[in-house]
């Protein structure tokens, strides 16, 4: 899937709405999140338009690895160098945007085990 006409990520993908883009590449768009949890809370997304990561996985496993090195890219651009991924799936588990995004949180200390 390459675009979903009612996804929000999409339009940010496409220019259609704006985003607070911070990093840009042939696969992947990452913007900061419009309601922040952290210092730094930037998400990255595919360009291309699936429901969660493990349909990405599904659609193409190294365009995970493209999120993932975004991310670090990211991270490193903010000067922060601990961090935490997050790939929310399913609603239950928190996704309430179902366009594949990770989250890169940092800036802040983390607890463990989540909310
Ligand atoms: P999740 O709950 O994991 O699906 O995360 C979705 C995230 O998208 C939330 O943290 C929202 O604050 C964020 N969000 C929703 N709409 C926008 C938008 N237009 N621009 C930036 N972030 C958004």
Same mark, same amino acid.
């Given at each position: 899937m390459t675009g979903d006409e009612d996804c929000v990520f999409c339009k940010i993908v496409s220019g259609e709405i704006p985003g607070d883009v911070v990093l840009s590449t042939d696969e992947v768009v990452a913007f900061r999140d419009? /309601?922040? +949890?952290?210092p730094t809370h930037v998400l990255v997304v595919p360009r291309a338009h699936a429901p969660d990561a493990a349909a990405t996985a599904a659609d193409d496993p190294a365009l995970l690895g493209a999120l993932v090195s975004a991310g670090a890219e990211v991270a490193r651009q903010e000067g922060v160098s601990d961090y935490r991924l997050v790939l929310n799936t399913g609603a239950e588990a928190? /996704?309430? +945007?179902?366009h594949t995004h990770l989250h890169v949180l940092g800036g802040r200390a983390f607890s463990w085990p989540p909310g």
């Open positions: 419009l /309601q922040p +949890v952290a928190g /996704q309430s +945007v179902f």
